[in-house]
């Protein structure tokens, strides 16, 4: 059964950094790309990155590159995103999924064929 769990989510003033964990659990990390898409309330679902299983390429959003870093554990098996400099426009649910090939879109959220539950990040002084 594929799984991914989200964690490190939470409350932070602007400026503020806070590293988000995904632990998958279920499928082979060689072959399925991971990444991160977030949804802020009343807002669609949006790509933030994700990173190529075969040669760890990243890909970021266009607006978010430079201030969010994806990276991996050595088993491949926890995807972490690392938030620097936070606004208050990074207020959302931050969502790990996983895209149904070693490659993948950051832009496109119909991707994914599986998701996290979601952690809350609330950006506020």
């Known amino acids: 059964q594929v799984q991914l769990v989200e964690s490190g989510g939470g409350l932070v003033q602007p400026g503020g950094s806070l590293r988000l964990s995904c632990t998958t659990s279920?499928?082979?990390?060689?072959?399925?790309?991971v990444g991160w898409f977030r949804q802020a309330p009343g807002k669609e679902r949006e790509g933030v990155s994700c990173?190529?299983?075969?040669?760890?390429?990243?890909f970021y959003a266009e607006s978010m590159e430079g201030r969010f870093t994806i990276s991996r554990d050595n088993g491949k098996t926890t995807v972490y995103l690392q938030l620097n400099n936070l606004r208050p426009e990074d207020t959302a649910v931050y969502f790990c999924?996983?895209?149904?090939?070693?490659?993948?879109?950051?832009?496109?959220?119909?991707?994914?064929?599986?998701w996290g539950r979601g952690t809350q990040v609330t950006v506020s002084s």
């Open positions: 990173m190529s299983s075969s040669d760890g390429k990243e």
């Open positions: 999924a996983r895209f149904p090939f070693f490659y993948c879109d950051v832009n496109d959220p119909n991707e994914p064929d599986h």
């Open positions: 279920g499928f082979t990390p060689d072959y399925y790309a």
